[in-house]
């Protein structure tokens, strides 16, 4: 085989040598490619929005006191009312002072429901003026639960009761003298109902 003559050797080196530095420069992005750490998309970096994550209050606590049956701390719905709170506390007793509590006012969490007994001394109403001492019971005798009718002096649960049970047989109660119709309840207490009531 004649010798390859010099030239093409050249030619052939330097093709060579092109192809170890095209190659070299190659191998140097591949690996600087795997290097570079993934860039993550904007949507993977967003945090989580904590005001969407909180979860809302369903339910509150409140704590039931004075002069209702079973005093103590309850659980209740978040739209409840000071009504709500005193039947879950089992109702007014016989000596509430029913005058002294707006069961329609809204309950807070971890806040209280006073009721407070006849006789005893009122927190100052709203204004800095104390409710009058002769007011009137505010009592309906034909819309109020057995519970609130125990509020009138001489009246237990089981009068009560058939207060309740007469009210639906007649269709209501026309006047307070209608109660000397219920059993249990005589001139004595008929004339304390009168005085709670009219005055």
Request: glycine share 10%; no cysteine; hydrophobic share 50%.
């Amino acid at each position: 085989m004649p010798p390859t003559p010099k030239p093409q050797l050249a030619i052939y080196a330097a093709l060579a040598i092109a192809v170890v530095l095209i190659g070299a420069r190659y191998l140097r992005s591949g690996a600087q490619d795997a290097a570079a750490p993934a860039a993550l998309p904007p949507a993977a970096t967003a945090l989580p929005d904590a005001a969407a994550e909180r979860p809302v209050a369903s339910r509150l606590v409140v704590d039931v006191k004075g002069a209702v049956r079973r005093p103590g701390v309850y659980r209740l719905s978040a739209d409840a009312r000071a009504l709500d709170a005193v039947r879950r506390a089992g109702g007014l007793t016989s000596r509430a002072d029913r005058v002294g509590v707006n069961l329609a006012a809204r309950v807070v969490d971890g806040g209280e429901v006073v009721v407070p007994e006849r006789g005893a001394a009122r927190p100052a109403a709203a204004g800095g003026s104390a409710p009058a001492a002769d007011a009137p019971l505010a009592l309906d005798l034909n819309t109020a639960t057995p519970e609130e009718l125990e509020q009138l002096d001489g009246v237990g649960p089981a009068t009560a009761a058939k207060i309740a049970a007469y009210r639906e047989q007649h269709g209501g109660i026309a006047s307070i003298d209608e109660l000397d119709e219920v059993s249990g309840i005589g001139e004595a207490k008929l004339a304390a109902i009168h005085a709670q009531l009219d005055r």
